[in-house]
């Protein structure tokens, strides 16, 4: 199954700034899925990523807010804009395992605290 | 509307005694079904999943789950627990075409007391 290296672990960011997510597959996926789990919260999608394509966003979420990129189909890059406290969550990729969807892989998280 | 619903919050159960922990899910499709592990600063790991054939699913560290269609659930079960395995547990839900992302349910928090 796929490895997913996910930067940075953690990070205490100022409100008002930008922190941009990035995942690093080892083989070469057409989707990977971005989640939010906000504290003591379930995960919730916040849009699908194809490479080459724009990223397809769920109710609540905005690209000017969560900008994407998938320049390629081993990484992608998240960014959370214009940070508030609210935005304080753990932050997830995902991707699915093999053909005929077997699973899903998930990166280790990233821990955002906004302060 | 898809979804999935872990009724118990927070469950404590003794050392060695038995688990058992819900997951109900409502999906238009048919299901492939995930029960994941989380870690106090940890990420997710895979207990086990269901795609189809036998029911009864076998996972790692011990844990099976058992599909039951007509319930629309898929319990998690344990025969002994330890110390180890409180965390916070998560039933997903996805559909059997690739690519589709999954729904989770809101967690279950396992406390193990001594």
């Known amino acids: 199954s796929a490895v997913i290296s996910q930067k940075p672990s953690r990070d205490i960011c100022q409100r008002g700034t930008s922190l941009t997510i990035q995942c690093q597959v080892d083989s070469q996926v057409t989707m990977m899925f971005w989640y939010r789990q906000q504290p003591g919260q379930s995960l919730t999608l916040i849009a699908t990523?194809?490479?080459?394509?724009?990223?397809?966003?769920e109710s609540g979420f905005v690209i000017d807010k969560f900008p994407i990129s998938r320049p390629n189909l081993t990484f992608s890059t998240l960014t959370v804009s214009n940070m508030s406290p609210e935005d304080s969550s753990i932050y997830l990729c995902?991707?699915?395992?093999?053909?005929?969807?077997?699973?899903?892989?998930f990166g280790s998280g990233t821990r955002l605290t906004v302060v | 509307a898809q979804s999935v619903t872990q009724p118990d919050i927070h469950i404590t159960v003794s050392e060695g005694a038995s688990l058992e922990l819900r997951c109900n899910y409502s999906?238009?499709?048919?299901?492939?079904l995930f029960w994941y592990v989380q870690s106090p600063g940890q990420g997710l790991q895979l207990l086990l999943k269901?795609?189809?054939?036998?029911?009864l699913v076998q996972g790692i560290k011990g844990f099976e789950a058992e599909f039951k269609r007509s319930q629309s659930s898929f319990n998690l079960r344990k025969p002994s627990v330890h110390w180890s395995d409180a965390a916070e547990y998560f039933c997903a839900v996805g559909a059997q075409q690739a690519g589709t992302a999954l729904i989770f349910g809101k967690g279950t928090t396992l406390s193990v007391s001594s």
């Open positions: 995902s991707v699915p395992q093999g053909w005929g969807n077997y699973g899903y892989t």
């Open positions: 999906y238009g499709a048919t299901p492939y």
């Open positions: 990523a194809n490479q080459g394509s724009e990223a397809t966003y």
């Open positions: 269901y795609f189809s054939g036998d029911t």
